[in-house]
């Protein structure tokens, strides 16, 4: 399991240092609006939409939270409602930002969204990995105290842990960065073109996609294939929807 965990993380790591060489090779690409990106994306999602979570969810000291378990439904409104609030509102604050200092290009939306999404993918997928490296060698240590100091249900998770659930993770990762980089695209063109609506839809848009991710959490889909098949649906569907709102037209 060792080895699936660390080539999945060598093929995140060269997805996103490949998508930036060829972005900034073929479209010359702001690596200073990727950066920016990148910041948008941690002090948004990282530092005040946790903030907004610590607040109403006050999860308890084994990470139990009571909304999530006595409120469901509720749960998964306010997780995909708070996600596309704080994500999209970033990348607004950010054009409009820049706006004022330049022109707009469209290959800032491109940087930008390599930025969010490249974070996201290493924060969280990288992160979750590393993670998981950490808890199977500790499962598979001699000294058997230090496993045991490990939460009952975290064992069972990660002893229950498949193969293809390894790579599953790093697909999810995947397709999060091409939805990053659309939904930069829609809020980009919203400024740029001054239409209020590319924003709002940018804003359903994220929580939709959020949406199959928050029922798995609560239970309500209970297959982790089944979630990505949703969320590869939604991307290709996306890809559709973005080229032919934007694209067509001006052909």
Not at 48 to 68: A, Y
Not at 122 to 148: E, K
Request: aromatic content about 12%; charged content about 15%; hydrophobic content about 55%.
């Amino acid at each position: 399991m060792t080895l699936h965990i660390i080539l999945t993380m060598i093929v995140l790591v060269l997805v996103l240092v490949g998508g930036t060489w060829y972005a900034k090779k073929r479209f010359k690409i702001s690596l200073a609006v990727m950066g920016l990106g990148a910041i948008a994306f941690f002090v948004s999602s990282q530092v005040l939409e946790k903030m907004v979570h610590f607040l109403v969810l006050q999860p308890q000291k084994d990470g139990t939270i009571s909304l999530m378990n006595e409120h469901p439904f509720l749960y998964v409104l306010y997780a995909i409602a708070m996600a596309s609030l704080f994500e999209e509102t970033a990348r607004l604050v950010f054009f409009k930002w820049l706006e004022k200092r330049r022109s707009l290009e469209e290959k800032d939306a491109l940087a930008y969204g390599l930025g969010h999404g490249g974070l996201e993918l290493l924060y969280l997928g990288m992160g979750s990995l590393i993670s998981l490296l950490i808890l199977f060698s500790l499962i598979q240590s001699s000294n058997t105290d230090v496993a045991n100091l490990l939460p009952k249900t975290t064992l069972e998770t990660v002893q229950s842990l498949s193969v293809w659930q390894v790579y599953l993770l790093g697909v999810e990762r995947v397709l999060a960065l091409v939805l990053q980089i659309g939904l930069s695209i829609w809020v980009y063109q919203s400024v740029s073109r001054k239409k209020w609506i590319y924003l709002f839809a940018a804003y359903g848009l994220h929580a939709l996609f959020d949406l199959a991710p928050a029922l798995s959490q609560v239970g309500w889909i209970a297959n982790p294939l089944l979630v990505e098949v949703i969320l590869l649906l939604e991307v290709l569907a996306f890809i559709w929807l973005t080229k032919s709102t934007f694209w067509k037209k001006s052909s």
